[in-house]
Structure formats: structure tokens, C-alpha cells
């Protein structure tokens, strides 16, 4: 699975593509401290506990998960969010273009955030 070793900010997304260190991507991504990887999800409904596994992974390492539910919002069945209220993640669902904008102010203030981004 393709995996960019840092933490950076979203340039663009679109057309089912990120872009970010001068390098795009086609398909979901998760930004976690660790870096940027594909996520395979492309939409909410397959978002599963094997899904979510690489940001339970982490916790402990972020405070905030922003998901971004791809172009509409969506919600998280419950059995998933208690997953991540587990391991003391605190989340937000809102549409991909909301999550990644909002991502990249709090990682330019320097919070503690990481995104799972289903690709519009």
C-alpha cells in the first residue's frame, strides 16, 4: 500500500484524487501522524473494524479524527464509534471537503490530527 512517511498538509482533492506533497494519490487516504497511506473504503457504508484498524493503531498519537464522509454527510454505525471512544479518540464526521480543509488548519496550528478521508 503506498505510504508517504510524514505528516503534510491536503493541496487539492477531487475527481476521486488527493494531492499533497507534490504527489497525488487516487483513492481514500489516511493522514496520521505516522504519514499518508491509501485507506480503502470508498464510501461510509464499508467503513468496518479492519477499516478503522491502522487509526486505533495510532491512538494516542492524535487527538482529533476527522472523517470525511466522501461528498455527503453520512453517519458511523455505533459499534464503530464505541471502537474509537475505546482508545480515547475523539472524532468528527462531516464531508471530505470540510475534513480536509479543517485538517490542515489544526495541523498548521500544530494540533494533534489526523484524517480519514473517503475520496470525492
Avoid at 86 to 101: C, D, I, N, V, Y
Amino acid at each position: 500500500m503506498p505510504f508517504f512517511p510524514r505528516q503534510v498538509t491536503i493541496d487539492g482533492y477531487g475527481d476521486r484524487f488527493f494531492h499533497f506533497a507534490s504527489m497525488s494519490h487516487a483513492g481514500s487516504i489516511l493522514a496520521l501522524p505516522s504519514g499518508i497511506r491509501a485507506w480503502v473504503p470508498t464510501a461510509m457504508a464499508e467503513v468496518d473494524p479492519a477499516a478503522l484498524a491502522p487509526i486505533l493503531a495510532e491512538a494516542g498519537t492524535f487527538e482529533l479524527l476527522l472523517l470525511g464522509t466522501g461528498r455527503d454527510p453520512a453517519h458511523l454505525k455505533e459499534p464503530l464509534k464505541q471502537l474509537l471512544r475505546e482508545k480515547g479518540l475523539r472524532f468528527e464526521l462531516m464531508p471530505t471537503a470540510s475534513a480536509a480543509s479543517t485538517y490542515n488548519v489544526l495541523l498548521g496550528e500544530g494540533r494533534r490530527v489526523g484524517a480519514a478521508l473517503i475520496a470525492v
